[in-house]
């Protein structure tokens, strides 16, 4: 089973790790682990350490949380493969055999979103557009400009988003960033299920700037060319953690879409052991994802496409699909509709796992835009419904960064803006409704006048 192992190495060691400037490797933080066979491939990556409040508890977070990365509280992932026929009786000697040995977690596999429907395209990109209002938000001046839009997938193909959008497209090629052991550059991936969440993130945020982070790009024995390990999301994330501390705190905008999550338990611990990832807020990659939206970062995921009407063959959680950071109370859980703004029936349902108000809100899906899987198929799946409703919140972000308005602030905006689409407030099905940029300018206009 691939694992992730938390170490809590020398102040030294850790000073190094959470340096942008020095290149650590495996043999600097862990000279050899005991029936663990470490990953050289993977860089050691800082995971910080949550501070709650006086009387807190520090595994919530449902709560005021700080993140410290000094060298004398953070501690250092690796990874590495221990047999499975080991696993029950290897993990307690490695914890009692080593004092820096924190824990080990799951490394679970994780896979696009993409759509278990084969139903033609309603509508296509320009009702999209239409309904997110772009032209009212370009008219606000909030078009994108000088927002960092990261896309963690399979890669973006540049010169295809440009051509089936017909417009310039700017990507970062210096900001953007490839996992150990992928071949290729930013923005000259392969077509593919990167290359359409790119283009759908861009319909309502056009002058935004893409980030390239192909986390799905796996290089693991048996592994699909759309999938990838959850280890390698959290170097994604700690590397966008470079990149927000880059830029000046007065104007920080940086936008996440993450259109991947695990569907199966199969390669997780199970629910209750320590090193579990679908329901435990202690995992180092959802203690990674909320120190990121701490230090202001936006981050949206999609619900899944585990609906109860048309699951995806994959969905192999039966109950509460919604697992894992997918589900976590810091970030925008996006499940799907179409543009005659109906629920698709493979929109995953709530309740979440860290957090039961799940999905928050739904964006659009299924409609034709990107052409990434040939001329007739659609944008789909709550793939598609993530990256829209980033590109709306990266229009936000052109004139309102988080030191004007918080990632909390704003996710609590889109929630009461919404269409509420069913019963009075929230539901599983819709969350808190469908996005509404009419009542979202609305709501700034009035805190821009305060």
């Given amino acids: 089973m691939r694992v992730l192992i938390q170490l809590r190495p020398s102040p030294e060691v850790v000073a190094a790790v959470t340096d942008p400037g020095v290149n650590t490797t495996v043999a ?17 990556v800082a995971v910080p350490r949550p501070v709650p409040p006086a009387g807190g508890d520090p595994l ?57 429907g084969g139903d033609p395209p309603v509508g296509d990109w320009h009702d999209v557009e239409r309904l997110v209002r772009a032209e009212d938000l370009a008219g606000e001046g909030l078009d994108g400009t000088g927002v960092a839009l990261a896309v963690l997938d ?15 497209v700017t990507l970062d090629k210096e900001r953007s960033w490839v996992p150990g052991g992928v071949d290729g550059t930013p923005g000259r991936f392969e077509v593919d299920h990167g290359t359409m969440c ?26 699909s060319a759309l999938d990838g390990l959850l280890s390698d999301a959290v170097a994604a994330f700690a590397h966008l953690r470079d990149v927000l501390n880059a830029q000046p705190e007065e104007s920080r905008a940086l936008v996440v879409s993450n259109s991947w999550g695990s569907f199966s338990p199969r390669w997780d611990f199970p629910v209750g052991h320590p090193g579990n990832y679908s329901d435990n807020a202690a995992h180092p990659f959802n203690v990674i994802v909320a120190s990121l939206e701490d230090a202001g970062a936006d981050i949206l995921f999609a619900a899944g496409n585990c609906g109860r009407d048309c699951p995806d063959g994959r ?49 659009y899906t299924h409609f034709s835009g990107s052409r990434a899987f040939g001329d007739d198929a659609p944008d789909s799946g709550t793939s598609a419904a993530c990256p829209v409703a980033a590109g709306l919140v990266a229009a936000v ?15 609590t905006m889109l929630r009461r803006t919404a269409d509420d689409r069913s019963t009075v407030g929230f539901d599983f099905d819709y969350g808190y409704g469908i996005t509404d940029t009419e009542g979202i300018l609305a709501a700034l206009r009035r805190r821009r006048d305060a």
């Fill in 154 to 168: 399979t890669g973006i193909n540049l010169e295809h988003v440009r051509r089936h959008l017909d417009r310039e």
């Fill in 198 to 223: 790119a283009f759908d993130a861009l319909i309502a945020a056009p002058k935004a700037t893409l980030l390239d982070l192909p986390v799905l790009l796996s290089r693991r024995q048996g592994g």
């Fill in 60 to 116: 919530s977070l449902n709560q005021p949380l700080t993140f410290s990365l000094a060298a004398e509280d953070a501690s250092v992932l690796v990874r590495g493969e221990i047999s499975d026929d080991e696993l029950s009786t290897r993990i307690p000697l490695l914890t009692a055999a080593r004092s820096d040995v924190v824990g080990v977690f799951s490394d679970p596999v994780v896979q696009p979103s993409l759509t278990c």
């Fill in 315 to 363: 969905c192999a959680f039966r109950e509460r699909p919604i697992v894992g950071a997918n589900s976590h109370p810091r970030v925008l859980s996006i499940g799907g509709v179409d543009v005659e703004n109906e629920r698709v029936g493979y929109s995953s349902q709530g309740p979440g796992r860290l957090a039961k108000r799940k999905p928050d809100v739904c964006s």
């Fill in 28 to 44: 600097d933080v862990a000279d050899g682990l005991p029936g663990v066979v470490l990953d050289p491939s993977f860089t050691p």
């Fill in 397 to 411: 972000r052109t004139r309102w960064p988080a030191s004007r308005l918080s990632p909390g602030q704003l996710r």
